[in-house]
């Protein structure tokens, strides 16, 4: 089992920063795939992205490339999303998940933490 906590949500600006934070505990972090997803009212789950155990290889979708940024400290069992240059449409609840297999596909993580709310006003 792996254990997932966000933090790091808040209410910021269009054009402002936010930085989450995924910490785990459990299982051996180091073993996962990381990945952020984010769910907007009314709206499915959708990825963000993933990023490899070892922390060289990224994925992103399309809306958020050049703005977000994922990384991971598996010294310190954490993941983390750097967004930057917010938009209102990236306001959603942010969850960060672990698999063993890399992709963008929801279902492929095992474990999920409780969420993190970002709220980008206009």
């Known amino acids: 089992q792996v254990q997932l906590l966000e933090s790091g949500g808040g209410l910021v600006q269009a054009g402002g920063s936010l930085r989450l934070s995924c910490a785990a505990s459990?299982?051996?972090?180091?073993?996962?795939?990381m990945g952020w997803f984010r769910q907007a009212p009314g709206k499915e789950r959708e990825f963000v992205a993933a990023?490899?155990?070892?922390?060289?290889?990224?994925y992103y979708t399309d809306s958020v490339k050049g703005r977000f940024t994922i990384s991971r400290d598996n010294a310190k069992n954490t993941g983390y999303l750097q967004m930057n240059s917010l938009k209102p449409e990236d306001t959603a609840v942010y969850y960060c998940a672990a698999s063993n297999a890399y992709g963008p596909t929801a279902a492929a993580y095992d474990y999920w933490g409780q969420g993190t709310q970002v709220t980008v006003s206009s």
């Open positions: 990023i490899n155990w070892l922390g060289d290889i990224t």
């Open positions: 459990g299982r051996t972090f180091i073993r996962y795939v």
